[in-house]
């Protein structure tokens, strides 16, 4: 891990910009993380919009994790933001936008060609940032993981027994494949559906709420659309978070 700059917000939180390799992330850490107890980390997913576009909102969530006592972390994803251009994932990209357009039903081959690329390639970065992450001094487990796509939610879960509880957005577009791999999924599970959320098929977001295969888990749907995220459900999120990752 490089570290490229790193400066202090208003509020004491350190954000540290880095690169893994090719791929560029951010890292923010509360005060009580130069204490002698390493604090726990929440990596923070996003959309592929660049982490330029979603900074705002994610430093907001970083200020509210470190008020808890938690690191945050997060990666661009590939394709996305300063990251070389990925022509196939590009190409998915414009046919899910002429679906959308024509207002038929999104086929599977679109939502498999712009989804499991991303997770293959996603899911790795994510686990070689965790691995550089934890190595850091004032950062320990345990591991949340929290946001982003649905998608490469899951499959870091799967893959990586660090992730000890999740929070997932549902919204995002699920290949059917993903569904048996939910089924593998164990960790506690907070769910945040958007009752009206226009680029999300409601009963497959239930459906795949009910494949998850944790022995404790809650869905968290709310009136309106996929911007309409009340405040009060991150609070909850949060407040998720913090009591399976301190109690851990």
Partial sequence: MHVISEKHLDDGLLEREFTLGEVPGLLWTPPAASAAAPVPLILLGHPPLGLRAMYPRLVARARRA????????????PGSGDRPAWPALDEARAGLRRAMRAGGPVGDEIVDALVLPLVERAVPEWRSALDALLALPGIGGPVGYSGGLISVGIGLAVADPRIEAAVLFAGSLVPRVMFEEARRVTVPLH???????????RQAALDLFDAFGSGEKSLHAHLGGHTGVP????DAAARFL???????
Avoid: I, P, S, Y
């Fill in 66 to 77: 470190a008020a808890d006592g938690f690191a945050t972390a997060t990666v661009e994803l």
């Fill in 231 to 234: 405040e009060h459900a991150g």
């Fill in 191 to 201: 769910v945040l559906l958007q009752w009206d959320d226009e680029g999300n098929e």
């Fill in 242 to 248: 913090a009591r399976h990752l301190k109690a851990a």
